[in-house]
């Protein structure tokens, strides 16, 4: 089977190398230019670099745009499959192969549509992450699903531990999926749109804690945004601190959201919006860092007490 590949960062390198390694005919790799985006350093693996070691052409560009279309026109593949794509594909380009154009999208769709499903899916209390291959259409991850794998989400993973999970289910659901094309007879499944669930594309105030919020949640955005990825923050007497780790409480307490009133292996918060009730598990804050880039114990950090705010 003749392939286009569109992709970027190490998503995109895994896809290439699985085609590779499958033995398909890779006419042309499209990919972004190199990213300046230092927070995915270690998701940044480069298709270009991929591309020319196995002497596949590679076209660079930030868009799709008419000399795209048509190096893709006259590669003449059977397929364009993608992944890790970051602008608007047209009709004319994912229309244009004879079985048109596979995406593989990183959650278990139609659950997690949009941006960062594996952080969101995290954050919000999901059991399981995924890795869907459905057929590209005019809505952002809305076509036809072929091929879904899924993995669990156990109670102490992290975000980018996810992540990392989530690539290596690349090779088996993309073979899986290029089998049931050249079958003949693959076996579409039409989205239930009415179950979909959207997730913006996350910026820094998404990592701004709320304490407000139940233990459990805080405890898991914490995890969500493990490093390389822009870690929880609050700020404690004026200072801005990035919260590394954290665990709920084995007791309750009752207070103010956010104030520190005990330790208890750390720095315990509470939290919670009936946090007055005194009915709450508290936020144990383990591991800190300071606006000076210094990590800390939660235990020592906040030994003089206070309130952990939304603002300076």
Not at 116 to 137: A, F, K, N, Y
């Amino acid at each position: 089977m003749r392939i286009v590949s569109f992709g970027f960062q190490t998503w995109g390198v895994k896809t290439l190398q699985a085609l590779i390694d499958l033995d398909h005919d890779v006419a042309l790799a499209v990919t972004h230019p190199a990213s300046e985006d230092s927070y995915k350093g270690i998701f940044s693996d480069s298709v270009e670099e991929l591309a020319h070691s196995y002497d596949i052409p590679v076209h660079l560009t930030e868009r799709v745009d008419n000399d795209t279309i048509d190096l893709v026109k006259r590669s003449e593949p059977d397929v364009i499959v993608v992944n890790s794509w970051y602008t608007w594909m047209p009709p004319e380009l994912y229309t244009l192969p004879p079985h048109g154009t596979l995406n593989l999208h990183d959650s278990l769709l139609p659950k997690g549509t949009g941006f960062s499903p594996v952080i969101w899916s995290l954050i919000s209390g999901e059991s399981q992450i995924g890795l869907t291959v459905h057929r590209m259409d005019e809505t952002l991850d809305t076509g036809d699903v072929l091929v879904q794998h899924s993995l669990p989400i156990g109670p102490n993973d992290t975000g980018t531990e996810l992540v990392e999970r989530g690539i290596e289910l690349i090779p088996g659901a993309l073979k899986e999926a290029l089998a049931a094309l050249e079958s003949g007879n693959p076996q579409w499944r039409a989205q239930d749109r009415a179950s979909r669930t959207y997730f913006h594309k996350r910026s820094e105030r998404d990592s701004l804690i709320d304490w407000t919020w139940p233990a459990e949640d805080l405890e898991r955005l914490v995890r969500a945004l493990s490093d390389p990825y822009p870690a929880a923050f609050t700020f404690y007497r004026g200072e801005r601190i990035e919260i590394l780790a954290a665990k709920v409480s084995e007791i309750r307490y009752g207070g103010t959201p956010g104030r520190v009133i005990v330790q208890e292996g750390g720095g315990a918060v509470v939290s919670g919006p009936l946090a007055h009730r005194g009915n709450n598990l508290g936020l144990v804050i383990t591991r800190v860092r300071s606006a000076d880039g210094v990590e800390h114990r939660g235990d020592t950090f906040f030994r003089r007490g206070g309130y952990l705010t939304g603002q300076p």
